[in-house]
């Protein structure tokens, strides 16, 4: 590295010498920390205090502390997982999984195969998760590891860009804070790139303050293909790169040096931003058009976010302080810059990073999830508030020597509070009850649903990625008509949930819509009270959001339409069934395709059967296992057909809800063509439409058809009817 005379006095004038000892953290600088080399151990606090603490900070002692974190950050990520996550992440996680794997399918990163859309904000965080579809291992747990590996990362990396500005103590009390936070853990294993988007930065800023500009360079870029709102924490960045060379004094070293920073991130994100941009056809993230609004309407909304995070993490009062630190930071910034112009420098980038996020988090109104966007940059916005205690402490110890204990210690009770407010704030992660409904659904509707059938729906991730139908997002985020719809005043309702389209949504004709079932009884997001929406709607079934796990005995189907009535005593938990029936599944109305089978022409080998002009056959509970039902011997046309047996099912409540109650087959007086297990737990005492479809090839066209259900008497079995399109 090519150094001037000149600019090596301005280091000796800037920082002590390598046997000088700080006088506050008790640790000596080094002649340039930002060149990798590590301050060594002085004398510092003195006395007994001063030789525990350096004992405890020691090597030995930094194993022992980094295996203590882990071992926290894992005991908290299993308490998360046993007690809220279930084994699911967030629904929106599944969005993005939905993606990487249609790509592995080979449709492209698109959220719908043969469809162009970019439903996702966190592209280096997706191309991860093609990883475990490529592989064919389990989507959550590789998630969970990914965040675990972030989270660990973060945490030592926030230490050491710290350790040279608050000393090694207070750099492992930040670091313990970020591990006692169980925002922290908690976002880095739900499923989003949340915990993940820091990292980079972190790698990007340690490389730039060692001057590795190349590698910087890089790992900025990797923050921008993970979030490419992390410009604003990459422009700080840069302009501590610039100051830095310039500090060299040599026209021709600063141009170079800035020139191995820059061209890593133009060329590697420019080349991301121009593709994606020539792929899907829109400069920003569909998600971007589908969320962010005028900030003039937006920022009010911003600014609650920001103040109401910052009090439920208990930090309010700690943050307001350490912007009164900074601003005497700022007013003395002269005296500070000549003895710790590194430092300063360094604590200045940092800050103005955290700041910048958190102002652009004001203009586009903050975000629906409790604290994310807060957690994208949260090691950043830590370390910016602690700085400038440790700057205005060691102001203080140059100007009274005596006082540099009492600065010492004022700093590490600090980092005390901070540590403590984070570690005993209340959080509100809510539960994974209602992912584990949509999880149930999806099983069911992959069970039921015809091939080809369209599904539209406001929890596009589990819904679409485990049913593995075609889907409608009705909140836009990965459907670009609703999200360019011109919605007033956006930004200053709900985030992310201010843009639908009903009308457009049913004029698509999707065979089935799944939403919030609303306390009157009506479909939400605005159908219930769409007249083409009832006209070609019914209701098929209404799931249970009050459970953990994930299960067909959770939904609840119908055949016949319930009362209004019955739907809001569902609604409420006081309905015939248990439970807390919030989510309701609506199916198109196609009756007068449907030809009904004839009663009569059914048979049956249950002893003493007599046909009945009401329904096809009664079994009642504890019959001999046998074909309850075969028939009606019919020949159908070529192609395609789909068909429902409708049958109402006693309670088996003894029985194991996993184990067949029946299983229901199309034979050709060949083979069976198709066939469905009917469970115990889908018997409740109530009537339900069971979809079937089945293909007659040419040949097969001549030879007569026949529909068996073939029960084992463990619940009283109606078969109602049959009907075929």
């Known amino acids: 590295m090519i150094t001037t005379a000149r600019s090596q006095a301005t280091e000796q004038r ?48 930094h194993w022992a502390l980094a295996a203590l974190a882990l071992g926290i950050l894992v005991y908290r990520v299993a308490s998360f997982e046993r007690d809220l996550m279930y084994g699911f992440l967030v629904d929106d996680a599944y969005i993005s999984a939905r993606h990487a794997l249609n790509f592995v399918h080979g449709f492209g990163l698109n959220f719908n195969p043969h469809q162009r859309v970019e439903g996702y904000t966190n592209f280096l965080f997706t191309a991860l998760m093609i990883l475990p579809h490529w592989l064919d291992l389990p989507l959550e747990p590789f998630v969970r590891a990914v965040g675990t590996l972030a989270a660990v990362g973060s945490v030592a990396l926030a230490v050491s860009l710290a350790r040279p500005i608050l000393g090694r103590a207070c750099a492992l009390l930040l670091g313990a804070a970020l591990v006692l936070d169980p925002r922290f853990v908690f976002f880095a294993v739900w499923g989003l790139e949340t915990g993940f988007a820091c990292l980079p930065c972190l790698v990007g800023y340690f490389l730039l303050f060692r001057r590795r500009y190349a590698l910087a360079g890089i790992a900025f870029a990797a923050a921008l293909l993970t979030r490419m709102d992390l410009a604003v924490v990459v422009a700080p960045a840069v302009a501590f790169a610039i100051f830095d060379l310039i500090r060299l004094r040599q026209a021709s070293a600063t141009l170079r040096g800035l020139a191995r920073f820059v061209v890593p991130i133009v060329a590697i994100f420019g080349t991301y931003f121009l593709a994606r941009w020539y792929y899907y056809g829109w400069f920003l993230p569909n998600t971007f058009y589908a969320k962010v609004g ?104 140059s100007w009274l020597p005596r006082a540099h204990a009492l600065a010492g210690a004022s700093l590490a009770l600090v980092c005390c509070l901070f540590a403590r407010a984070l570690a005993r704030a209340p959080h509100h992660f809510g539960q994974a009850h209602a992912v584990g409904a949509w999880m149930s659904l999806a099983q069911y509707l992959k069970q039921h649903a015809p091939p080809g059938a369209v599904l539209a729906t406001d929890a596009a991730g589990v819904l679409p990625y485990y049913s593995g139908l075609r889907t409608i997002d009705i909140l836009g985020l990965a459907d670009p008509v609703i999200a360019h719809r011109e919605v007033p005043n956006l930004g200053s309702g709900v985030a992310g949930h201010e843009k639908s389209d009903p009308e457009y ?128 011997f019919v020949k159908f046309n070529e192609g395609e057909h789909l068909g429902y047996v409708t049958i109402k099912t006693g309670p088996a409540d003894d029985v194991d809800p996993r184990q067949r109650l029946c299983g229901f087959d199309v034979f050709n007086g060949e083979r069976t063509i198709t066939e469905m297990p009917i469970l115990v737990g889908e018997a409740r005492g109530t009537t339900a439409d069971f979809p079937f479809v089945f293909h007659v090839t040419a040949e097969e066209s001549t030879k007569p058809y026949e529909f068996r259900l073939y029960c084992w008497g463990l619940a009283d079995v109606t078969v109602e009817s049959v009907s075929v399109r």
């Open 505 to 632: 949504v049913v004029s698509r004709k999707p065979e089935y819509i799944a939403t919030w079932l609303d306390p009157d009884g009506f479909a939400g997001r605005g159908f219930g009270h769409l007249a083409s929406f009832q006209e070609q709607y019914k209701l098929a079934a209404l799931v249970r959001i009050d459970l953990p796990n994930a299960s067909l005995e959770r939904v609840l189907p119908f055949a016949v339409q319930p009362k209004r009535s019955e739907l809001i005593a569902l609604h409420d938990g006081h309905g015939n069934v248990p439970g807390l029936y919030q989510w309701a599944l609506y199916v198109r109305r196609e009756e007068l395709d449907y030809r009904y089978m004839d009663v009569r022409d059914f048979r049956s080998n249950l002893p003493g059967f007599q046909p009945n002009p009401n329904y096809i056959v009664f079994a009642p509970k504890g019959h001999v296992p046998a074909h309850i039902m075969y028939g009606p």
């Open 14 to 61: 800037s920082a002590p010498s390598a046997s000088e000892e700080h006088p506050v953290s008790g640790l000596s600088s080094a002649t340039h920390a930002g060149e990798g080399n590590t301050p060594t151990r002085g004398r510092g606090f003195s006395a007994a205090p001063s030789r525990a603490l350096a004992a405890l900070v020691s090597v030995p002692g």
């Open 294 to 397: 005028s900030p003039s309407h937006a920022w009010h909304r911003g600014v609650n976010y920001v103040r109401d995070c910052l009090e439920t993490m208990g930090l309010a009062s700690l943050s307001r302080a350490s912007v009164v630190a900074w601003a005497a930071c700022l007013l003395l910034c002269v005296p500070i810059a000549r003895r710790l112009e590194a430092e300063f420098a360094r604590a200045l980038s940092l800050t103005t990073a955290a700041v910048f996020y958190l102002l652009y988090t004001v203009m586009v109104g903050g975000d629906h999830f409790q604290e994310r966007f807060i957690y994208h940059v949260f090691p950043l916005i830590l370390i910016g508030c602690l700085v400038p205690w440790a700057l205005l402490a060691r102001l203080v110890s």
